[in-house]
Each structure stands twice: as structure tokens, then as C-alpha cells.
């Protein structure tokens, strides 16, 4: 069954750091553009990182900086490192697959929650 | 870069017909492919349309997308609605000159 995993989501303080992985089960993560996508709490969603099948990273201006994707053949997984926190970021984040016929996203996890308060 | 915007919500008669548009408020819509997510509440998105107006295996027919280039928006439209079908729906397009995804706003579909 093809599936995406979320985990690591909790509760930090403004200004520290977190990271977020994605456990792919069903196919190979590599050979696909992998995105995280975010839902702020009582806001819509909105798109803020990308590896895509090269390795090559895209980043949302708001998280430019501050977060970082990679991805981890060996356990076919992709993780999103957070760093310099705000309460701006707390939320939902899904981790997304993207499709290989167009430019969306055709498997979603069920998502990890992130709490940045003091 | 571009904007998608959606109306905050909408409500319709179960049975009836319900659309949804999204507008874009620079660039050609018909430019970049749109999709469709529905989100209900404790779940994840799911992919409702692709390519403008293209159903994923699974997706039932009462739910159809198309473009209209003259008002350069998306609509999605929702046949035979059912109270299942309430939820947020988000627009989705690739912006290729800042390689960024972009999401509309989201609607909220009631079924009255």
C-alpha cells in the first residue's frame, strides 16, 4: 500500500528547533518530487517545501532560511528540519507526494502537529 | 508570482449543484495546470481533480472541474450534493517562474 507517515511534531518553545520526518511505505521516495505542506491552525493550506527526484530543494519565502529538507534513501524517508521557531509556525504539516503527471500532490500522510508557544 | 482566491464559503441544498471558483489574479489560468483537494475536518487532503478537470480513480462523477479563460479563473463543480461532501476546498497551481506550489485560499462547502 503506498502511504506517507508523518512524525516528530510537538511542542517548542519560540526560537527552537524541530525535526519533522516522512516515512514512505509502497514506492521509492526518490523517484518522485516530495513536498511538505502546512495548514496553519484556523488557516488554509499553504505550500513550503520541496525535494524534488534530483535532490534539488525549493523553499516558501516564509520558512526560507529557517527550514531545510532532505531525504534518506536508506530509509526511504524525507525529514524537515526547523530551525529559529515562531508561533507563526504552528500548525499541521503533511508531507505530500507529488504527482508524477502534473504539478500536484496525489498522496498526503495524516499529518504531525507543531505547537511553537512559550 | 500570482494569487489564487476563492470565495470564503459557500452553502447549498443537499441534491443541488454547488460551484466553487478560483481566480487568478495574474497569468494566464490556462498557463499551468489547476488541481482540486477536499479536506474534511480530522483527515487529510485528498486530490478531487487534476489537470484542470481530470478525476482520480475513485473520485465520483459528481465532481467535475474546467477553466475559464475569459474570467481566467478554475471552477469546481459538485453534482447531487450529499452531506459527505461538506468540507474545505483548495485550489492548487505551480508557479514556474518562482518554482513555488501555490494554494488558493480554501472554500467551505456546507450542505444545507
Known amino acids: 500500500e503506498v502511504q506517507l507517515v508523518e512524525s516528530g511534531g510537538g511542542l517548542v518553545q519560540p526560537g527552537g528547533s524541530l525535526r519533522l520526518s516522512c516515512a514512505a511505505s509502497g514506492f521509492a521516495f526518490n523517484n518522485y518530487d516530495m513536498h511538505w505542506v502546512r495548514q496553519p491552525a484556523g488557516k488554509g493550506l499553504e505550500w513550503i517545501s520541496t525535494i524534488d527526484s534530483a535532490a534539488d530543494t525549493y523553499y516558501a519565502d516564509s520558512v526560507k532560511g529557517r527550514f531545510s529538507v532532505s531525504g534518506e534513501d536508506a530509509k526511504n524517508s524525507l525529514n524537515l528540519q526547523m530551525n529559529s521557531l515562531r508561533a507563526g509556525d504552528t500548525g499541521i504539516y503533511y508531507c505530500a507526494r507529488g504527482s508524477n503527471l502534473n504539478d500536484g500532490f496525489d498522496i498526503w500522510g495524516q499529518g504531525t502537529m507543531v505547537t511553537v508557544s512559550p | 508570482n500570482f494569487m489564487l482566491t476563492q470565495p470564503h464559503s459557500v452553502s447549498e441544498s443537499a441534491g443541488k449543484t454547488v460551484t466553487i471558483y478560483c481566480t487568478r489574479d495574474?497569468?494566464?489560468?490556462?498557463?499551468?495546470?489547476v488541481q482540486w483537494y477536499q479536506h474534511r475536518p480530522g483527515s487529510s487532503p485528498m486530490n478531487v481533480i487534476y489537470e484542470d478537470n481530470q478525476r482520480p480513480s475513485g473520485v465520483p462523477a459528481r465532481f467535475s472541474g474546467s477553466i475559464d479563460s475569459s474570467s481566467n479563473s478554475a471552477s469546481l463543480s459538485i453534482s447531487g450534493l450529499k452531506t459527505e461532501d461538506e468540507a474545505d476546498y483548495y485550489c492548487q497551481s505551480f508557479d514556474s517562474s518562482t518554482h513555488s506550489w501555490v494554494f488558493g485560499g480554501g472554500t467551505k462547502v456546507t450542505v444545507l
Open positions: 495574474s497569468g494566464n489560468i490556462a498557463s499551468d495546470y
